[in-house]
């Protein structure tokens, strides 16, 4: 079993499509361990993107990541990370597979609806961001 974090960005929960990509990931048999609702500050989405600190959509990035509400959750579920990473897509929705969350809700290259940790290193650290450890409520009876 393996953790990852799904972020749903802004123009994911402005056009109201949270409980819509909830169910592609249950679907899919991946299970909710952790969920909440909040907004980022800018120095939070700016700590959360760090990684992109370089790059030229940095702040434009962390502009939009703060535009509105987020819904963050920690799924679980055999090979979790790359299961996410194929149900999301592409970062570009106009090269993302049909069915794919990004091809169906994706806006365009910035605004593509959800975000998902890339590796092991990466989900542990973004799921702690979000949460802490006494949050995370697993299968396990
Ligand atoms: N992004 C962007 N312009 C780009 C590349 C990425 O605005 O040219 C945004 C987009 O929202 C993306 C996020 O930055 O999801 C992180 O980029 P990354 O390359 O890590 O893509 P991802 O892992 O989300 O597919
Ligand atoms: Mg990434």
Do not use: W
């Not at 048999?29 to 992109?52: C, D, M, N, P």
């Not at 987020?70 to 570009?92: H, P, Q, S």
């Amino acid at each position: 079993m393996e953790r990852t974090l799904v972020m749903i960005k802004p123009d994911g929960v402005e056009r109201n499509f949270i409980g819509k990509i909830i169910s592609i990931f249950e679907e899919k048999g991946l299970r909710v361990v952790a969920l909440k609702k909040l907004k980022l500050s800018k120095e939070q989405a700016k700590t959360f993107y760090i990684v992109h600190k370089e790059r030229p959509f940095y702040e434009s990035l962390t502009d939009y990541i703060i535009s509105g509400p987020v819904v963050a959750m920690v799924l679980e579920g055999e090979n979790a990370i790359k299961k996410v990473r194929e149900i999301m897509g592409a970062t570009d929705p106009k090269e993302a597979e049909e069915g794919t969350i990004r091809k169906l809700f994706g806006v365009d290259k910035e605004k593509n609806t959800v975000h998902g940790s890339d590796s092991p290193e990466s989900a542990k650290k973004e799921i702690y961001f979000f949460f802490s450890e006494y949050e995370l409520i697993g299968a396990e009876k």
